[in-house]
């Protein structure tokens, strides 16, 4: 059973303020890593695609990957307001092009 | 602009009735899903297709049918089966190349009983 776990949250961090949200997930051949957003009764959206180890920014947004220890994280960088959100981490373990979603971290940033 | 298209928006259904909502993708995306989201839940898979006229169940397939007689659409069913339909309803859709393909939504169907 392939499993992703994220912390529900809620994470509330400050206008302007780095948000580190995380991810970890049970099987080591995963291959594939999506961050999504979604915000209250929307639909999500793709953020960030990862499949190496390390980093990848996109604006104020970076995604870390460590297959090793089996995470990938979201930074965002000065939070907005507007950056409010439910985030989802998605897992692929490659070619099975259905991955697997966490339930998703409710992130709150006030000003 | 290309994209994913559902519709209805919001969709109510009555004891005893089956309900289709549609899916339509102009992306031309070979891969399209049906996933159903309960409040502070994640995303359950309920059906996906990766290829015209083949189809398969996913984790919570039991009271939905779905038909994929064109690349474009993905329709799904909700029987009378279904017992608990109330939910928000996402069809999704990705290129299927031999690799991991981000998914992309649709803007989704609110389903409630009457």
């Known amino acids: 059973q392939k499993e992703v776990e994220q912390n529900s949250g809620p994470l509330s961090v400050p206008e302007g303020a780095i948000a580190s949200l995380n991810c970890t997930y049970s099987?080591?051949?995963?291959?594939?890593f999506f961050w999504y957003r979604q915000y209250s009764g929307k639909s999500p959206e793709l953020i960030m695609s990862i499949y190496s180890n390390g980093d990848k920014e996109d604006g104020r947004f970076t995604a870390q990957l460590n297959k090793a220890s089996q995470y990938v994280s979201l930074l965002i960088r000065d939070s907005q307001p507007s950056d409010s959100a439910t985030y989802l981490c998605a897992v692929g373990i490659g070619g099975s092009y259905i991955p697997t979603f966490g339930r998703g971290t409710s992130l709150i940033v006030h000003p | 602009d290309g994209g994913i298209t559902q519709s209805p928006k919001y969709l109510f259904r009555k004891e005893g009735q089956n309900v289709t909502l549609s899916c339509e993708q102009n992306l031309n995306h070979d891969a399209m899903y049906w996933y159903r989201q309960d409040p502070g839940q994640g995303l359950r898979l309920i059906y996906y297709s990766q290829i015209v006229n083949d189809f398969q169940k996913g984790d919570i397939a039991e009271g939905y049918s779905v038909s994929r007689e064109k690349k474009e659409s993905f329709p799904l069913t909700v029987t009378s089966a279904q017992k608990n339909p109330t939910a928000f309803y996402l069809c999704?859709?990705?290129?299927?190349?031999?690799?991991?393909?981000?998914?992309?939504f649709g803007d989704g169907t609110r389903l409630s009983i009457l």
């Open positions: 099987d080591r051949g995963s291959q594939s």
């Open positions: 999704a859709s990705s290129k299927w190349d031999g690799r991991d393909q981000p998914q992309h």
